[in-house]
């Protein structure tokens, strides 16, 4: 399964972005797909998630609230809806893929089987 993020770019803080992850050739169906980000100078860290059944959201503690992603199984996009946001939140976000995991493994990448390349997000204050 190939992933590509996209949505990225440059907004204010309290501002809205949205970012897309696509799948090539196939629907998400099945699959859990997360969201991770990485600021410069930091490791990767987890953002969301969207379990496989569709309706689970997992978010991390500091964008519960303002972050929503959603999943239709039948489309082969999955997007990251992000309000309020902050400039803490200025990093390059990547989605992520995987059949196997577990609801309480969401926030592990190394369950993840496939990458997205990463979109950049930068919220100036």
């Known amino acids: 399964v190939q992933l590509q993020a996209s949505g990225g770019g440059l907004v204010q803080a309290g501002g809205y972005l949205r970012l897309s992850c696509a799948a090539s050739g196939r629907t998400f169906r099945g699959y859990t797909v997360g969201w991770f980000r990485q600021a410069p100078g930091k490791e990767r860290e987890f953002v969301a998630a969207v379990f496989r059944d569709g309706g689970t959201g997992i978010y991390a503690d500091g964008v519960k609230g303002r972050f929503t992603s959603s999943k239709d199984n039948a489309k082969t996009t999955v997007n990251l809806d992000m309000n309020s946001l902050k400039p803490e939140d200025t990093a390059v976000y990547y989605c992520?893929?995987?059949?196997?995991?577990?609801?309480?493994?969401?926030?592990?990448?190394?369950?993840?089987?496939?990458w997205g390349q990463g979109t950049l997000v930068t919220v100036s204050s």
């Open positions: 992520a893929a995987g059949s196997r995991l577990i609801l309480s493994g969401v926030r592990n990448q190394r369950l993840y089987d496939y």
